[in-house]
């Protein structure tokens, strides 16, 4: 497996710290909002990942955190007069439901902020034993970039002065690129965690190291990193990734991660997707009017670290796409999957090793889609070929997350309840007049069917149909 190190800035061929054993930790969302498309592709990027890595034979540990505490959360308290539980609850139950809807699986291990206290504040006591933190006079603990002498190693933008400005400098701070570990709480605060330095709440980015420190301990002091993975959105690489490497290494003595992994930005009709462009497509709407699993396809269809531009257009073009592999799934079923062809699962399992080339896996998808339609049309009758096409698309559907529904289901969605219904009052009245072979009845109701849309075929568990 060849996966891009955005640090070193090349493929790298994947040698995990422990063999047979990964550990991928991948930075979640502050849950103050409504996941937006953003959220979707990098969970769907890194859910690429840890399938192929199963896939591959290793055993995989994810996790994903929840960031549940956050100026931004404070603010809807206020704004709502609900309690920070109430709004931090809805939003993560949101939001698993959406990935859930996205196929996405969910992460082996799941940390809050809030229930990560104790070694956010151990993590900053050993800075600051160490000289490497400081608290000012407010009780703010700040991290002292100048102590680490391999700051910017991660993201190469320490330098960049006008990267640097995002980092607000305060009259407590020694230097402009130090950065809070701890903010002391103020007048009026009611949210606020005690700690030996003063009562306050972390910062962003010592949450993630202190979180990695807590659940992937086993590697701390015996390895040259804590995890093999650290993975997350572009945008996410400066400062916040940054900070994490250099308190994390700065606190155990070792690196945090040996590979770090970023997916690219989603952008909609060619803009960067953005709330304060208006243009921060939320996943609900998205679901609202897309199967989950068309979602999915769309969005893991241009490779991870590519910029994503989202268009219905194009949306509809890549449905089409995924619709051809359910009409083959529809042709060979029914019967039983037996093995997928061995090159078949090759070819793709050798894309996916390529730092997750998903074009190349979707091109030799495509290629047997088409080879079995042809080969179905000169001998319908081949139930081998029925057969080892079943297991190709179930092993697609293992691996990349798409394929597994029932074919006739697939092509019902999009249909509102009210036409499902008058459809299947029409089915049934149908099979009624089949069994009084009143056949000019059958006749009739079928091509009111057809004049709606809808194709249908008697099978042995009855009537089926879709829209076409």
Known sequence: MYIYDSVQKTKLLFEPIRDGEVSIY?????????????????????DLLYRTLKALGYSVTMG?????????????????GQSMAEITEFYIDRYLEEMDALGVTRADIAPRATESIGAITDMIERL????????????????????????????SMVSDDESQSRVSHTTDKRDPKDFALWKACVDGDDICFDSSFSSGRPGWHIECSAMIDKHF?????????SIDIHGGGADLLFPHHENEASQSRCD?????????????????????????????????????????????????????????????????????RLDKIYRLKKRVTPTKASMPNKKFK????????????????????????????????????????????????????????????????????????ELKLRIETLIDKRTEAKKDKDFGLSDSIRDEL???????????????????
């Not at 030799?364 to 081949?382: H, R």
């Open 64 to 80: 994903k955190n929840f960031t549940d505490i956050d100026d931004k959360i404070i603010q809807k308290v206020k704004e709502t």
């Open 346 to 417: 090759q070819n793709i399992l050798d894309a996916m090793s390529d730092d997750l080339n998903i074009s190349i896996a979707l091109a030799v998808i495509d290629e047997m889609v088409a080879s079995t339609n042809d080969s179905l049309d000169n001998n319908p009758k081949d139930k081998g070929l029925k057969k080892e096409t079943l297991a190709n698309i179930e092993f697609v559907d293992t691996l990349l997350g798409f394929g597994g529904k029932e074919p006739f289901a697939y092509f019902q969605i999009g249909v509102d309840e």
């Open 252 to 320: 155990s003595g070792h690196d945090l991660s040996k590979y770090w992994m970023h997916n690219g930005f989603v952008q909609i009709n060619g803009e960067k997707m953005s709330k304060s462009l208006g243009n921060s497509f939320f996943l609900k709407d998205a679901l609202d009017i897309y199967d989950g699993e068309i979602l999915r396809y769309y969005l893991n269809s241009v490779h991870y670290r590519n910029n994503f531009n989202f268009s219905q257009e194009d949306l509809e073009v890549s449905k089409k």
């Open 217 to 225: 301990a086993h590697t701390h002091g015996t390895d040259k990193y």
């Open 128 to 155: 600051i034993a160490k000289d490497m933190a400081y608290v000012s006079s407010t009780g703010d603990v700040y991290f002292d970039t100048s102590a680490d002498e391999h700051y910017g190693s991660i993201s």
């Open 450 to 468: 057809v004049s709606m849309g809808i194709s249908i075929m008697d099978s042995a568990d009855g009537t089926l149909w879709e829209k076409v």
């Open 26 to 46: 991948v930075c979640g969302p502050t849950v103050y909002d409504d996941a937006h498309l953003g959220h979707a592709r990098s969970s769907l990027s890194f």
